[in-house]
Structure formats: structure tokens, C-alpha cells
């Protein structure tokens, strides 16, 4: 059974960079071919995809959000992090870490909400 846990702080102050840290367990991540994705939700407000970084450690980034946006990871820990930039209030949001597989999220973290404020 595939587990994703979601960690990292749940204040940042405005302008500085959010880091936000997935642990997998159950799975590696550099096994064909899964795909490891970071998504949020807002308060009040649909789910949004921000990135992932495949099997073989390439990154792709939502468009909106790829100047501020870095996906990297740590093989040795089975571990992926993401890094977003030049945080606002409008980035305040419940961040997911979800495993994609055939185009499917199977599975999912559940979740750790972040608040941008000073």
C-alpha cells in the first residue's frame, strides 16, 4: 500500500518561499512510471494542479505557476519537495502530494494547509 505524507510549515510570511516536503512510503519513486504531483485548494476554491517530477526526476509545472515553482527530490530518502517562490496571501491553500499513474491520481496525501501571512 502506497502512503503519501504531506510535511513542512504551516505559516509563511508573505514574500518569502514556501517548502513543502512529501515522504513516500509503500513505493519508490523511480519506478516506472509514475508520476509525482503537487496540487492545492484553496479556502472556498477548486483543487489546483501546480507540478510533478517523473520516474527518471525530469520537473513540468503548471504554466501559471512555473516562474515560482520548483519540484526537486531526494532519491535516497524517497522523498519529493516542492518550492514555491515569492509567496502572496492568494497562495494560502491546502497542498496535496498525489502519486499519478495512467493519467489517474491513485493516491493521495492528505493534506496540509498553509497560511501566507505576516
Known amino acids: 500500500q502506497v502512503q503519501l505524507q504531506e510535511s513542512g510549515p504551516g505559516l509563511v510570511k508573505p514574500s518569502q518561499t514556501l517548502s513543502l516536503t512529501c515522504t513516500v512510503s509503500?513505493?519508490?519513486?523511480?519506478?516506472?512510471?509514475?508520476?509525482w504531483n503537487w496540487i492545492r485548494q484553496p479556502p472556498g476554491k477548486g483543487l489546483e494542479w501546480i507540478g510533478y517530477?517523473?520516474?527518471?526526476?525530469?520537473?513540468y509545472y503548471s504554466p501559471s505557476l512555473k516562474s515560482r515553482t520548483s519540484i526537486s527530490r531526494d532519491t535516497s530518502k524517497n522523498q519529493f519537495i516542492l518550492q514555491l517562490s515569492s509567496v502572496t496571501p492568494e497562495d494560502t491553500a491546502v497542498y496535496y502530494c498525489?502519486?499519478?499513474?495512467?493519467?489517474?491520481?491513485?493516491?493521495w496525501g492528505r493534506g496540509t494547509l498553509v497560511t501566507v501571512s505576516s
Open positions: 517530477i517523473s520516474y527518471s526526476g525530469r520537473p
Open positions: 509503500g513505493g519508490s519513486i523511480t519506478t516506472n512510471f509514475y508520476y
Open positions: 498525489a502519486r499519478m499513474a495512467d493519467l489517474l491520481m491513485d493516491y
